[in-house]
């Protein structure tokens, strides 16, 4: 199979734009019920930037109701524990977290991981380093996040996070980073 260049990038993105608009106009002479339902069909996707790797992805991973088996696991490897090389599939409840947290501020870019899945023996070593890392992390799970979203502030972030009640956020200034897990509602 011939390599994508920029050009059949460039094309993609034309061509994704213009069938966007297209559902969008058919979606405005919709019935309340359509158009909540088709808003639920579109794809979902995250995009992260690893600040300890360097690696930057863009991952849709959920379509047409379901959710990709390939979107996850690519995800889960650039969440993985850096210092170990392990991964471990993230939890969906978290990307969709996410998801709705980039809906929420309305800022598309993407996440700059601080960390994601956490080994055992790296959650050890952390927590014997910091008070700040709880022993029984939900990184260990793949059911937590430690991002900043760059060009927006992160207490405003960690507000937003708030509101979403979706698990547990904690907001850490002096390292600009908000925390994010998918554990019980509790905030700090």
């Known amino acids: 199979m011939p390599e994508k260049t920029e050009e059949d990038n460039n094309i993609k993105l034309s061509r994704r734009g213009f069938l966007t608009s297209i559902a969008g106009a058919a979606m405005s002479l919709a019935a309340p019920g359509a158009i909540a339902s088709a808003a639920s069909a579109r794809d979902r996707e995250l995009s992260f930037y690893n600040i300890h790797t360097g690696e930057k992805l863009s991952a849709t991973f959920w ?29 969906t409840k978290l990307l969709n977290l996410l998801h709705q947290l980039q809906a929420k501020v309305g800022h598309q870019g993407e996440f700059q991981v601080i960390s994601g899945y956490r080994s055992p023996a790296t959650n050890q070593m952390l927590n014997k380093r910091s008070s700040g890392v709880a022993k029984r992390s939900y990184h260990m799970l793949g059911q937590a996040i430690d991002i900043r979203l760059p ?25 600009n980073f908000v925390h994010l897990d998918v554990g019980r509602v509790r905030y700090w």
């Not at 502030?153 to 979706?166: E, F, M, N, W, Y």
Request: charged share 20%.
């Open 151 to 175: 060009g927006f502030d992160t207490r405003q972030l960690h507000k937003a996070a708030v509101s979403l009640k979706g698990g547990g956020v904690g907001y850490y200034s002096s390292s």
């Open 63 to 91: 379509s047409n109701g379901s959710y990709l088996d390939d979107g996850i696991e690519e995800i889960s490897w650039i969440l993985r524990d850096h210092r170990a090389g392990l991964a471990t599939p993230m939890d």
